[in-house]
């Protein structure tokens, strides 16, 4: 839907998190590079970037994989980086993860500051992927990045929200972008699956579910002098799958 949905929209620019990619799980070499096929521009990622051994040394080489910024120093790839829109304009893009309920990583709100500040150097246009479990620790986010960077756009929960806005600084925010994946599910997952773990309490060995998909997402339009939003509007687009086609 990727390639038709940016003609239709005019997109400048696109950004997936892409964590999931391979299998319900984690990311390699061979998804990002067919998602870059499809016309993503930059793949944003999160906690289960680490799930593919194989997308360690990927990551070291291919600066349009990004991972959290605010992981310990020395963790392969990198977690923001400026990229060309066109022949005129650059955009940054920022990877963050939360901690509530996740990983006890650097700050975010500490490494946002700092990755920002430096930035906003180069370009006006900062977008920031907060990766994170909590709707409090990314509403905070929001707030404290406000007037600082132009979008912050939540992931990690596979639940689309219906909290965008654009903030009194002129931040666009969203606590969830959602899925992109098959709607019969558990978060993707197959729901019978799902079911039984939470009824057993046992551990399963999840599988991607199939049938109707949907891709959810935010569109974004941003002033480039100022870097200020000035439109975030959800996406929720359906797709048949076919009898016995694979997603």
């Not at 993503?40 to 080489?61: A, F, M, S």
């Not at 920022?94 to 509530?100: H, K, M, Q, S, T």
């Not at 019969?184 to 579910?209: C, D, H, T, W, Y």
Request: charged share 25%.
């Amino acid at each position: 839907m990727l390639p038709s949905l940016r003609r239709e929209l005019a997109v400048d620019f696109v950004i997936a998190n892409g964590e999931n990619a391979a299998g319900g799980i984690g990311i390699n070499p061979e998804k990002a590079e067919e998602l870059f096929a499809l016309g993503v521009d930059v793949i944003t990622t999160g906690n289960h970037v680490w799930k593919k051994r194989e997308v360690l040394p990927y990551l070291e080489r291919q600066p349009r994989l990004l991972r959290p910024a605010n992981y310990p120093p020395g963790a392969p790839g990198r977690g923001s980086g400026i990229f060309e829109v066109g022949d005129a304009k650059r955009i940054a893009i920022l990877n963050l993860e939360g901690r509530v309920f996740m990983k006890p990583l650097e700050s975010p709100f500490k490494v946002a500051e700092e990755c920002v500040s430096l930035l906003k150097e180069e370009t006006s246009l900062i977008i920031v992927d907060f990766h994170a479990e909590a709707t409090s620790e990314k509403m905070a986010l929001g707030w404290f990045l406000d007037g600082e960077v132009s979008a912050v756009i939540g992931t990690h929960t596979h639940v689309q929200t219906s909290d965008e806005r654009i903030l009194p600084g002129g931040t666009a925010y969203i606590t969830d972008a959602g899925m992109t994946g098959p709607i019969n599910s558990v978060i993707g997952m197959k729901k019978e699956i799902a079911i039984r773990g939470f009824l057993s309490q046992l551990p399963n060995r999840f599988e991607v579910a199939g049938g109707e998909v949907e891709l959810q997402g935010v569109y974004l339009e941003l002033d480039e002098g100022t870097g200020r939003a000035l439109k975030i509007q959800r996406i929720k687009r359906r797709q048949e799958v076919g009898h016995g086609q694979r997603i």
